[in-house]
């Protein structure tokens, strides 16, 4: 991504007011060196490489090696970039929120103030919030209210995957999986900050979750239900799985396409945005996706982007999307934005943003 700039120093002391405007005015995106080809995930599955780079959408995704890359470190790394986008110093945040992958650096435990101490951010509180991988939408809504109505004038959103490490390419039930990639993005959002920060105006956002869905993706071992033990590694139940792949799949098909157009419809409409000129969705199959901004008014090739080169890295889609888009040219000032998102047990989420520039 490009655009940074000096530092403004620390942020006002009184809170936001109903008037005030929530702005984005810095964002960041990280990503490990290392990749996986489509090619190579074929091999291992036994899918034929078509198949996967064609249908399933996928011509190689980035993945972390065992012993770096963890998801704290990923968020630094993307945070660290936001801030410098929105010439901000650690020490000018409010709030750290962390709205990224569950399977982190360690379980039960507080990825938010490990990366916040790591920042630096000082003055800041650190919270996380989860929706799997409708979890950026749903993170700017908490956050833009926050901001409206307490003592908190700047955040700085963060998430990171590397949910790669649960995919087990030997089971074929699991295989709409077979994308998870790995990397991070990170967001920064203000209350009325000077003009000439904006990168974007964050509008109204909507979600609907189904929770039918709860119990459709697992991992079978390693909570409560069932402790980790010998038994359950030697057994490999510690990689996600879909118990009954055929009953989600012919679920999900009468349900998916209306809940997306639902929140994308309301947010829009809470917005007061006719249009979307550029879509940012998480990644899923190539004929969905392509079907989906049909759907919404979007030509796929101009107005938004294909994430074939990244797979799904959970909560992170929406920005590596943006800045692929703003790289190409897809992204003007005077564009409405929308971020699309869907994840597991089931939630879809929209948010519009009015960019600036």
Sequence with gaps: MSGTGPDRGGPEPDGGTDDTTVALTGYGTYVPDETVSGAEIAAESGIPEAVVVEKMGLREKHVCPPDDDHATGMAVAAGREALADAGLEPADLDLVCYHGSEYKDHVVWSAAAAIAEELGAENAYANESYALCAGAPLAIRQTKAQLLADHVDRALLVTASREEDLVDYGNERSSFMFNF?????????????????????????????????????????????????????????????????????????????????????????????????????????????????????????????YLDDYGHVQSADQILALDEGLSRGRVEPGDDVLFLAAGTGYTWAATCLSWRG
């Design 181 to 305: 990639g790995s990397g991070a993005s990170a967001m920064v959002l203000e209350s009325d900050p000077d003009e000439e920060w904006v990168r974007a105006t964050v509008g109204e956002s909507a979600a609907v979750t189904d929770g039918s869905f709860a119990d459709d993706v697992v991992m079978p071992a390693g909570g409560s239900k069932r402790p980790p033990s010998h038994d359950t590694v030697d057994s490999g139940l510690h990689t996600l799985d879909v118990p009954d792949q055929e009953s989600m799949k012919e679920r999900l098909a009468e349900v998916s396409l209306p809940n997306f157009r639902e929140v994308a419809e309301t947010a829009m409409d809470r917005s007061g945005v006719e249009s979307v000129d550029f879509l940012a969705v998480t990644h899923m199959k190539r004929s969905f996706h392509e079907y989906l901004c049909d759907d919404l008014g979007c030509d796929p090739e101009s107005d938004a982007y």
